[in-house]
């Protein structure tokens, strides 16, 4: 039996990542619990025919009993599972389920926690890991694409010379009126509308009905909302839509040259935007193949490495995806469709969140085999590195940052990418022909 106040523990191995302990209070830590609670109890206690701070214990006993236990059971749990697990020499991961009976006084109160520990993970050979890297190339075919998406983007809309009818591609401003047995309904007015001729976005049949048309005409445009038209009250109803085409604009396209070039920014001329475009290109797919041969490495190393994940940390990291998908979300979705939605995402999440925890269990392991350490210098560096990129002062960023209590979470990621370099600059790397 636990003596007095103290905590004795029976460990046991459910898996290898859950720990089940038998803990047991000596009764003199349980006798103290409970005159400590009757104690705190009595001063505020009311009780008909006694006054206040005088209520003998065995009357407190009587009326108040059971709800005094239930919290000495959450005081002698709070109190000695610290110890517990530290005598077991445990690192929990999750908060442990606890089950226990009823504290009573003068006897030893014993109670059982069950916690999930961080598994012993036995890493591979670290160096020499197979692994990928894509190919950096920016093909001429591709450069000019890019280009002309650049010239497209550059693209202005310019009115039409007086008479010109409108025509499928040109750009249309226009008022509108419409009327459903006369009378308009709520939806069928605008004003200053832009209408791009067959893009099909308006009511089927009411595009078709302005080519031709000319810059200052009037329209009577007449058509029939679809029988699954979205608004219950229009659908299969005629219309008449009185309109007004107040301008005609065409599309025009710059031609890719100097003129262009310039236009863009502090260009010289064309050949100054192309080398700029395919250096920019470059960059973007230099960065897109180191984070290949990232993944690929992890691959590799997690192949080659099997140990258990806890099913907490794996459900700890799935609610807070599905935590900030709701905050993001819940403005803009009905209530019931959303919580459909994560319902779905739930099970289709849960597959990326034990390989996101199964990741970072092994660049974890890989940190503590390599004695890789953060230093000050390298936090504030990093930290002045996220405020630059946010456009935030460094000194606010910082003090937020450690009011908030982030630091560890961003020690904790440059140690994993200080892992993760590690392994790459070690890995077996092959060149793949993907771009």
């Keep these: ?113 069950v916690i999930e520990v961080k598994p012993a993970i036995e890493l591979p050979e670290l160096t020499g890991l197979p692994a990928q890297k894509p190919a950096v190339e920016v093909p001429d075919q591709e450069l000019l694409e890019q280009l002309e998406r650049i010239r497209e983007g550059q693209a202005q809309l310019v009115e039409e010379p007086e008479d010109t009818p409108a025509a499928e591609g040109h750009h249309l401003k226009i008022d509108f009126v419409g009327r459903i047995d006369g009378e308009t309904f709520e939806g069928g007015t605008g004003s200053d ?16 009905q302005l080519v031709g048309a000319k810059a200052g005409e009037d329209v ?28 005609i ?14 236009d863009l920014g502090d260009f010289e001329d064309l050949d100054a935007l192309r080398a700029k475009v395919r250096e920019d290109m470059s960059a973007q797919r230099e960065n897109a193949a180191e984070a290949a041969l990232r993944q690929s490495v992890l691959d590799a190393l997690i192949e080659r490495t099997e140990f258990d994940v ?21 403005s803009s979705v009905p209530h019931d ?28 392991a890989v940190s503590d085999a390599r004695e890789i350490e953060v230093s000050e210098e390298e936090l504030e560096a990093k930290m002045e590195e996220m405020a630059e990129a946010q456009g935030i002062d460094p000194q606010r960023w910082k003090q937020a940052y450690r ?31 993907d771009t």
């Design 220 to 247: 009577e445009i007449r058509v029939t909302f679809p029988e699954d038209y979205g608004a219950a009250e229009l659908a299969g109803k005629e219309a008449v839509f009185a309109t007004h085409l107040a301008a």
């Design 249 to 262: 604009r065409r599309r025009e396209v710059p031609e890719l040259d100097d003129e262009l070039a310039k």
């Design 310 to 330: 806890p099913a907490g940390l794996i459900e700890r990291r799935l609610e807070g995806q599905l935590q900030r998908a709701h905050r993001e979300l819940e």
């Design 193 to 208: 509308v832009e209408v791009e001729l067959g893009t099909g976005r308006f009511i089927p049949g009411f595009e078709e």
């Design 1 to 113: 039996m636990a003596e007095q106040g103290a905590v004795r523990v029976t460990t046991s191995e459910e898996s290898p990542v859950v720990r089940r302990l038998e803990v047991e209070v000596g009764k003199g830590r349980v006798n103290k619990a409970f005159e400590r609670a009757y104690r705190d109890l009595a001063k505020r206690a009311q009780v008909k025919g006694f006054r206040k701070g005088k209520v003998p214990r065995a009357v407190l006993e009587k009326m108040f009993g059971p709800q005094v236990r239930e919290e000495i059971e959450r005081l002698l749990v709070t109190e000695s599972l610290g110890e517990a697990v530290e005598q077991a020499e445990i690192r929990p991961v999750t908060e442990p389920s606890i089950e226990g009976g009823t504290p009573e006084p003068d006897a030893a109160y014993t109670y059982t926690a």
């Design 403 to 433: 009011q908030g209590e982030l630091v560890e979470a961003l020690r904790v990621q440059i140690k994993d990418e200080k892992a993760l370099a590690f392994l790459c600059s070690e890995a077996k790397i092959a060149e793949t022909s």
């Design 337 to 364: 469709q959303l919580h459909q939605q994560l319902d779905a995402w739930r099970e289709q999440w849960r597959p990326r969140a034990e390989r996101d925890v199964r990741e970072a269990l092994l660049l974890e």
